[in-house]
């Protein structure tokens, strides 16, 4: 669309097309919000690079309405095999699989190439109708205007950067990047075939101190995505052993790991995420989800185009971004971490500290927290909560007795077996739902769009935020922004 101006404009311009930028085009394409997002790349990534997704993305994924598919291409993590230098070999796992539950549905670390992500992602935006413009670098940024490779001037509301580890917007907005890339951390990774292996394990040869080579099968190929930590494309082959042999090579990479990240997320309306706000080594397979969440969060709020909402994007997910960093760094400093710990699943995250946590009563979830799944007969809580709105769980309160303005939330009475429904109620035939949510007494609770809670009250105490959640902030006296009761 071109102004008077000779401009083009949106209202969103997103930079980069990597799992962050395309998940963002995906939460503004399904809200009607309009955008463009441009890739320097003339086409999609073709890398396995980062290939775990954890249990907390796959439920974004779930509403983003994709994850079927993401689960028809992937596999869990495969039991590890260590090729002795004796000829021995050991096997064990890298983390437990742990069985589903009802609040957690998908508690395991998926394995697809991180390629495929992108591959999926894109077909989500496409049916959506959106489009990524590749071969589109941004080379120019004053305020909200961005110059392309193609001498385009795009004007609009807001700029996203999610261009990754060497991002152009970072470095135009001059936003610091402190920490350190650990030069010892060199690693060779390529997408290879091979004949001589078996792709029920991840195959390593260990060396002393750490790893050789590392072998791991991709599902849903034929590749294994090779790792070997200092050595160089040049030395590939002369990496394998005895009776395996290379018959293609696909992607490859010669990567230096880094733990750096901005101190602010947000500048005026430029808006950094994923790789380009933070990276991490690839221990502990955080990176690509954590960017994956960020443009979750910051979706939503960008559709409302309300400032002191967006300012929580910052205040939200910049502790969050640390605190992975912290995790992945650890974890490659010393190999020994429970590599099972819940965070790591990022399951536990939660806004409870944050600007929006609401009111809240005792209980195992409060206000910030994810909000869990739960069965209710034959449809799930995350079948309700799934799409771009918000839902009120009336937990045993009659609709005669629900707030009178929901307007656009979508409310879901919870009801025990036996007692009188109706359309809106979902029958908590095993009691799961109260369970989770502690809903031993009548109860609303207000799920924000990405599934964390906002508020939890009691029906005859209506201080939540129920209506169609216009998300009014206001500032307390310390400057940080918190939702108004209105
Ligand atoms: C060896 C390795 C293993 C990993 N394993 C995991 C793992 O198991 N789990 C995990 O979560 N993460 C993992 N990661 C990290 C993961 O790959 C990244 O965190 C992820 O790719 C970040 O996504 P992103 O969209 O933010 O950035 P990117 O994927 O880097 O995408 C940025 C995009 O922006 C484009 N771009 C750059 N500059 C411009 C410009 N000026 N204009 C327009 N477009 C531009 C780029 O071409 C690119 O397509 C791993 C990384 C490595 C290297």
Same mark, same amino acid.
């Given at each position: 669309?071109?102004?008077?101006?000779?401009?083009?404009?949106?209202?969103?311009?997103?930079?980069?097309?990597?799992?962050?930028?395309?998940?963002?085009?995906?939460?503004?394409?399904?809200?009607?919000?309009?955008?463009?997002?441009?890739?320097?790349?003339?086409?999609?990534?073709?890398?396995?690079?980062?290939?775990?997704?954890?249990?907390?993305?796959?439920?974004?994924?779930?509403?983003?309405?994709?994850?079927?598919?993401?689960?028809?291409?992937?596999?869990?993590?495969?039991?590890?095999?260590?090729?002795?230098?004796?000829?021995?070999?050991?096997?064990?796992?890298?983390?437990?699989?742990?069985?589903?539950?009802?609040?957690?549905?998908?508690?395991?670390?998926?394995?697809?190439?991180?390629?495929?992500?992108?591959?999926?992602?894109?077909?989500?935006?496409?049916?959506?109708?959106?489009?990524?413009?590749?071969?589109?670098?941004?080379?120019?940024?004053?305020?909200?205007?961005?110059?392309?490779?193609?001498?385009?001037?795009?004007?609009?509301?807001?700029?996203?950067?999610?261009?990754?580890?060497?991002?152009?917007?970072?470095?135009?907005?001059?936003?610091?990047?402190?920490?350190?890339?650990?030069?010892?951390?060199?690693?060779?990774?390529?997408?290879?075939?091979?004949?001589?292996?078996?792709?029920?394990?991840?195959?390593?040869?260990?060396?002393?101190?750490?790893?050789? *080579?590392?072998?791991?099968? =991709? +599902? $849903?190929?034929?590749?294994?995505?090779?790792? /070997? @930590?200092? !050595?160089?494309?040049?030395? %590939?082959?002369?990496?394998?052993?005895?009776?395996?042999?290379?018959?293609?090579?696909?992607?490859?990479?010669?990567?230096?790991?880094?733990?750096?990240?901005?101190?602010?997320?947000?500048?005026?309306?430029?808006?950094?995420?994923?790789?380009?706000?933070?990276?991490?080594?690839?221990?502990?397979?955080?990176?690509?989800?954590?960017?994956?969440?960020?443009?979750?969060?910051?979706?939503?709020?960008?559709?409302?185009?309300?400032?002191?909402?967006?300012?929580?994007?910052?205040?939200?997910?910049?502790?969050?971004?640390?605190?992975?960093?912290?995790?992945?760094?650890?974890?490659?400093?010393?190999?020994?971490?429970?590599?099972?710990?819940?965070?790591?699943?990022?399951?536990?995250?939660?806004?409870?500290?944050?600007? *929006?946590?609401?009111?809240? =009563? +005792? $209980?195992?979830?409060?206000?910030?927290?994810? /909000? @869990?799944? !739960?069965?209710?007969?034959? %449809?799930?809580?995350?079948?309700?909560?799934?799409?771009?709105?918000?839902?009120?769980?009336?937990?045993?309160?009659?609709?005669?007795?629900?707030?009178?303005?929901?307007?656009?939330?979508?409310?879901?009475?919870?009801?025990?077996?036996?007692?009188?429904?109706?359309?809106?109620?979902?029958?908590?035939?095993?009691?799961?739902?109260?369970?989770?949510?502690?809903?031993?007494?009548?109860?609303?609770?207000?799920?924000?769009?990405?599934?964390?809670?906002?508020?939890?009250?009691?029906?005859?105490?209506?201080?939540?935020?129920?209506?169609?959640?216009?998300?009014?902030?206001?500032?307390?006296?310390?400057?940080?922004?918190?939702?108004?009761?209105?």
């Amino acid at each position: 669309m071109f102004s008077e101006s000779g401009f083009s404009e949106s209202s969103v311009s997103i930079v980069g097309a990597g799992p962050t930028g395309l998940t963002l085009a995906i939460e503004l394409q399904r809200r009607g919000v309009p955008h463009r997002i441009f890739e320097a790349s003339p086409g999609p990534f073709a890398g396995s690079r980062g290939k775990g997704l954890q249990p907390r993305t796959l439920e974004v994924l779930d509403d983003l309405g994709v994850l079927d598919r993401f689960l028809a291409h992937g596999c869990d993590y495969p039991a590890m095999l260590a090729h002795l230098p004796d000829g021995r070999t050991q096997e064990w796992r890298m983390g437990e699989l742990h069985p589903p539950t009802p609040e957690v549905p998908h508690p395991n670390t998926l394995m697809v190439p991180q390629w495929r992500t992108g591959q999926l992602l894109l077909e989500r935006l496409t049916e959506l109708g959106g489009r990524v413009e590749f071969g589109a670098a941004v080379t120019g940024l004053d305020n909200t205007t961005i110059t392309l490779s193609t001498g385009e001037q795009v004007h609009a509301d807001y700029v996203v950067g999610c261009d990754g580890g060497r991002s152009t917007i970072r470095k135009l907005l001059g936003a610091t990047f402190e920490g350190e890339t650990h030069d010892v951390e060199r690693m060779l990774i390529a997408d290879v075939r091979l004949e001589g292996l078996d792709r029920e394990h991840w195959h390593i040869w260990p060396a002393t101190p750490g790893l050789r *080579l590392g072998l791991c099968p =991709l +599902p $849903g190929t034929d590749d294994y995505q090779l790792t /070997a @930590p200092g !050595a160089t494309l040049d030395e %590939l082959e002369s990496l394998l052993p005895p009776g395996v042999e290379l018959t293609h090579v696909g992607w490859t990479s010669e990567y230096r790991a880094s733990s750096r990240m901005v101190s602010r997320f947000r500048h005026g309306d430029v808006f950094l995420a994923g790789d380009a706000a933070h990276v991490h080594p690839p221990t502990g397979g955080q990176g690509l989800n954590t960017g994956i969440q960020d443009a979750y969060n910051l979706g939503w709020k960008l559709a409302t185009g309300d400032s002191a909402l967006l300012d929580t994007y910052d205040a939200e997910r910049l502790p969050v971004a640390a605190a992975v960093l912290g995790i992945s760094t650890r974890l490659l400093r010393t190999p020994s971490v429970d590599r099972d710990d819940p965070a790591l699943r990022q399951l536990t995250l939660s806004y409870r500290d944050g600007p *929006l946590a609401g009111p809240t =009563l +005792p $209980g195992p979830v409060q206000s910030g927290d994810r /909000a @869990p799944d !739960a069965p209710c007969g034959s %449809l799930r809580l995350f079948d309700a909560f799934r799409g771009p709105h918000e839902t009120l769980l009336a937990f045993d309160v009659p609709d005669s007795a629900l707030p009178a303005d929901t307007r656009e939330l979508h409310v879901r009475r919870i009801v025990r077996p036996g007692a009188p429904s109706g359309p809106r109620a979902l029958v908590d035939l095993a009691g799961h739902a109260h369970r989770a949510y502690g809903a031993d007494d009548p109860a609303l609770i207000h799920i924000r769009p990405d599934g964390y809670v906002r508020s939890i009250t009691r029906p005859d105490l209506q201080t939540a935020h129920h209506g169609r959640a216009p998300w009014v902030m206001t500032r307390t006296a310390g400057g940080s922004a918190r939702p108004s009761a209105g």
